[in-house]
């Protein structure tokens, strides 16, 4: 069988059940030629594309907060455009209604007398990738209807709970600088993102290539379509399945409970962020050829996946910095003893 293989989904570009069952062999060559595709466009930042690959196969969610420029939009579009998947692109703004985001019920017209009849009208997040471009700037209001969105994988709309397409996988993307016209997102919302990364600007060698080849122009566009909807799915199973030992469960239970008991944090890692992590770590191992994880799994990926869903000491209050929280859960990694 391909590594991609191509059958037909459902409804809104839902898989259909039966997916294949991958080996880690046959998922580590996939996913090799699937990140070899969209690193045509992202140059000079393979870590930063592994990861993303990783958050969607642990069934999680991405945030990208990193300063204009510098790929954020690119990355999630050759994603899009490397899965064979609906995508839609939402722009984020102050105007934004929740109904924009998850669709609205619209009266039909009946015959006289007859009772209004209303019929479900899906909004963009009925996709299977979905970009949320500049995500900060919408209200708090149409930011809980996506952290529901992403939370549950439904909607509620009139009290009617529609589910969302699987996979389901959101993209979103802020700028960490600007402060006028925005929303700063919540801890509950921030949580919900599996790793939130910074892309970084390129080394002097990737940006010549990419001012001579203008790849979001000329390459984006000629992206192939490596993996589908099926393949996903089975992917993303199979990862749930890599095995994790007992004694790698307790290595990480030590990194988060060190979290909760640092000096410098007034707010550790959840639980929520612990399964996060673990996920995110079975992903890792299946992209690497393996069935079973070991502790670089969860040093590679903690401060991606646990340095937002900490809150830093300071006087008065919390301090939202996302530089020395990333500082305070890396030393914290080389710190927690590794299980022999």
């Known amino acids: 069988m391909s590594e991609a293989g191509t059958t037909e989904g459902t409804a809104h570009g839902t898989a259909e059940s039966g997916a294949k069952a991958w080996t880690a062999r046959e998922a580590e060559s996939a996913t090799r030629r699937w990140i070899g595709e969209i690193e045509r466009v992202v140059h000079g930042k393979p870590e930063v ?6 958050c969607l196969l642990a069934r999680g ?13 690119t990355l999630a579009q050759a994603l899009a455009r490397t899965l064979d998947a609906e995508f839609r692109r939402i722009q984020f703004t102050s105007d934004l209604l929740p109904g924009d985001l998850t669709g609205l019920s619209i009266p039909e017209s009946g015959t006289q007398g007859a009772p209004t009849r209303f019929r479900f009208q899906p909004g963009p997040l009925f996709a299977n990738l979905v970009l949320a471009d500049e995500v900060n700037r919408a209200s708090p209001r149409t930011q809980s209807a996506l952290l529901e969105a992403m939370a549950e994988r439904t909607v509620s709309v009139d009290g009617v709970s529609h589910p969302l397409p ?19 997102l919540p801890e509950s919302q921030l949580d919900r993102f599996l790793m939130r990364l910074s892309i970084g600007y390129p080394s002097r060698e990737h940006e010549a290539r990419v001012l001579a080849e203008d790849p979001g122009l000329h390459a984006l566009p000629r992206l192939e379509r490596v993996i589908d909807l099926e393949a996903i799915v089975g992917l993303q199973q199979a990862a749930l399945a890599v095995k994790v030992e007992e004694s790698l469960l307790a290595y990480l239970i030590d990194l988060v409970e060190a979290t909760r008991l640092h000096e410098g944090l007034a707010l550790g890692a959840s639980t929520r962020g612990a399964l996060a992590l673990r996920r995110a770590a079975q992903a890792h191992a299946l992209i ?34 996302a530089e020395e929280a990333r500082w305070i859960v890396s030393e914290i990694v080389d710190r927690v003893a590794i299980p022999l």
């Open 49 to 54: 594309v592994r990861r993303a690959v990783v």
């Open 288 to 321: 690497d050829g393996r069935d079973y994880c070991i502790p670089e799994d969860l040093r590679e990926l903690a401060v991606d996946v646990l340095a937002h869903r900490v809150a830093v000491h300071a006087r008065g209050g919390l301090r939202p910095d």
């Open 61 to 73: 969610h991405l945030l990208i907060e990193d300063v204009p420029g510098v790929g954020k939009t």
């Open 166 to 184: 699987e996979p389901f996988f959101v993209v979103a993307t802020q700028n960490p600088l600007e402060h006028h016209g925005t929303h700063p």
